[in-house]
């Protein structure tokens, strides 16, 4: 079997794409991509100068060229198996003015910056991560798109895109950058997640390892001369572990930013009957009058309902969708927060991920409401955060603080309904770094006490299926 991190034969492929390349002179980026079997996708900087309007019609080219290497972008598509992989990588990319001009400088509800990109370069990004916009919501502050996996967020000067599945999330990184650069905006802050895979082989160029991954990010040798990032692996190796790169070379002011803290909720496992409720044809099909579209929209709110998920970002518009036979996503935008949710049913890698930027003393309501909505056998919590954002927090509202009188040490969900049982989940390990500036990186696993083996006061954590450390 060819393997799934390397093209069958690189000569032939690159043979291919000297003769068929599009010229790509008036491209000019200070950021080129140059890594082993991909070199050739390369944008390259040229001597010409680049005009401080956004020229997009040139952008075609690099169009152009994404398209005659569609086929190995990603390699070859496996069958499905009936098993998908739930957790999400996230890219985090924020931008400065080249003119130096503060970013606070910008009034409220003004569009600037990333939000005046056009529809098509957005696609453009989706399609280097091989995903596809298929609605969007708006306020003043925020673009949010509901992705075919996963999610895109735009604001002003900061960009979040999240892939689940087999998606090539890092190579809409050069694209990105370039698109920036055409705006007068230099890359100021990168991030980039995931936690280990549960089927890692199904993954494509170049997430086939965290090795790879770095390797890649490296590639770009203006961003890693630049910003020079690093990565680091949180929490045990034999268990649930979350990888984070940084490259963080932000001017710090005393400004309200919009990533001070992102708090990151992964459940697996979660209970059969909710998710029997993300099964499409557990609603009522197409009724009279509807269109297509309209009865996706219903079952995507009828889903959202019977879940309790509206609940859990009261007073936010939402953005939710239903997908077939299963599955869901949903946005949701309130003032400068979003929310995000995705869900995966399967039996066997059931999965839902709740993430937010909505900035609280205190996230212990918070947490208990997810957690009692889908009752999972066992979760991972990330919380990503600056010294100003984990200053604001109440001493016990954060859900990863090491001090052993947190709460957070043992989570107890009372019952949804009168009668009920409540569930008592246990944390089994924490981690956290500091890395590069002042930007805090926590994760902590937690599993539910009936999970658990209690040997001579030794407690010990079950082995779950689809264990890795890639």
Not at 19 to 32: K, N, Q
Not at 172 to 192: K, S
Not at 286 to 306: C, L, V, Y
Request: charged residues 25%.
């Amino acid at each position: 079997m060819t393997s799934m991190n390397q093209p069958e034969n690189v000569s032939d492929i690159t043979s291919h794409l000297s003769e068929a390349r599009v010229p790509l002179e008036s491209i000019t980026s200070d950021y080129v991509y140059s890594s082993g079997d991909d070199e050739k996708e390369s944008v390259q900087s040229s001597h010409k100068p680049m005009s401080t309007a956004v020229d997009i019609e040139n952008m075609e080219e690099v169009d152009n060229m994404i398209s005659i290497t569609s086929e190995i972008s990603g390699e070859i598509d496996r069958d499905y198996t009936g098993q998908f992989e739930g957790p999400e990588k996230t890219l985090e990319c924020m931008f400065r003015r080249k003119d130096g001009q503060p970013l606070e400088a910008i009034a409220p509800g003004t569009r600037a910056g990333l939000r005046t990109l056009p529809r098509k370069d957005l696609d453009l990004i989706c399609k280097r991560a091989r995903c596809t916009i298929l609605s969007s919501i708006s306020n003043q502050y925020i673009d949010a798109y509901v992705l075919s996996e996963s999610s895109l967020f735009v604001y002003n000067y900061m960009l979040m895109i999240k892939t689940c599945g087999t998606t090539t999330l890092l190579r809409c990184l050069a694209i990105l950058i370039e698109l920036g650069r055409r705006l007068d905006l230099e890359l100021d802050w990168v991030g980039y997640s995931r936690k280990n895979f549960n089927f890692p082989d199904d993954q494509c160029f170049p997430h086939g390892s965290f090795t790879q991954e770095l390797e890649y990010l490296y590639s770009h040798k203006r961003l890693y001369e630049k910003l020079n990032g690093n990565g680091y692996t949180l929490g045990p190796i034999t268990d649930d572990h979350w990888f984070v790169f940084v490259a963080d070379k932000t001017i710090r002011r005393n400004i309200d930013l919009d990533n001070d803290r992102v708090l990151n909720i992964m459940m697996f496992d979660i209970d059969p009957e909710i998710a029997e409720k993300f099964y499409y044809d557990k609603y009522a099909p197409k009724k009279e009058g509807e269109t297509e579209s309209d009865t996706t929209k219903r079952i995507s709110f009828e889903q959202t309902r019977a879940a309790g998920i509206d609940a859990l970002c009261p007073g936010a518009l939402f953005d939710p969708r239903a997908f077939e036979p299963c599955g869901y996503s949903m946005n949701a935008i309130l003032y400068k927060s979003y929310y995000t949710m995705h869900i995966t049913p399967e039996e066997g890698s059931s999965y839902a991920s709740f993430e937010t930027n909505q900035k609280l003393a205190s996230y212990t309501s918070l947490i208990n409401n997810v957690v009692r909505s889908f009752k999972p056998r066992r979760f991972v919590m990330t919380l990503m955060a600056d010294e100003g954002g984990l200053k604001e927090m109440k001493p016990n509202g954060n859900p990863l603080a090491s001090d052993n009188s947190c709460p957070f040490t043992k989570i107890v969900i009372p019952p949804k309904f009168k009668g009920g049982k409540e569930s008592t989940y246990k944390r089994t390990n924490l981690a956290s770094v500091k890395v590069e500036d002042d930007c805090c990186c926590m994760m902590g696993n937690w599993t539910i006490a009936e999970d658990l083996v209690d040997d001579n006061n030794d407690t010990q954590g079950m082995r779950y299926r689809g264990m890795s450390f890639a």
